[in-house]
Nanobody, 126 residues
Framework: QVQLVESGGGSVQAGESLRLSCAASGATYITYRMAWFRQATGKEREGVASIPFGTGVTTYADSVKGRFTISKDRPKNTIYLQMNSVKPEDTAMYYC???????????????????WGQGTQVTVSS
């Protein structure tokens, strides 16, 4: 069982930066893939970025490439999402998620993930 706790959300102006954190506890294995998803009001949950807890490549949604950076601190069992040059359309509830990638799955599909945090709200005003 994995527990995920997000923090770092808030209200910012367009063009500013924000860093989200996700602390993982419980059975975290290097085969897990971690990700950030977001869900805006009235919209479906979408994958933002993902990173393997062990080795491998990071992935990003086209809408955030060049602006957001996902990273990890394995000794702290924590992943981060550095959000730069934020836009009003980045406003959403942001969720941390994890799944064991040995079973396959697609990083961008919420159906692949079986562990979720409670979410942290990000609001960007113009």
């Amino acid at each position: 069982q994995v527990q995920l706790v997000e923090s770092g959300g808030g209200s910012v102006q367009a063009g500013e930066s924000l860093r989200l954190s996700c602390a993982a506890s419980g059975a975290t294995y290097i085969t897990y893939r971690m990700a950030w998803f977001r869900q805006a009001t009235g919209k479906e949950r979408e994958g933002v970025a993902s990173i393997p807890f062990g080795t491998g490549v990071t992935t990003y949604a086209d809408s955030v490439k060049g602006r957001f950076t996902i990273s990890k601190d394995r000794p702290k069992n924590t992943i981060y999402l550095q959000m730069n040059s934020v836009k009003p359309e980045d406003t959403a509830m942001y969720y941390c998620a994890a799944y064991d990638a040995r079973g396959g799955g697609s990083w961008w599909s919420s159906a692949s993930y079986n562990y979720w945090g409670q979410g942290t709200q990000v609001t960007v005003s113009s």
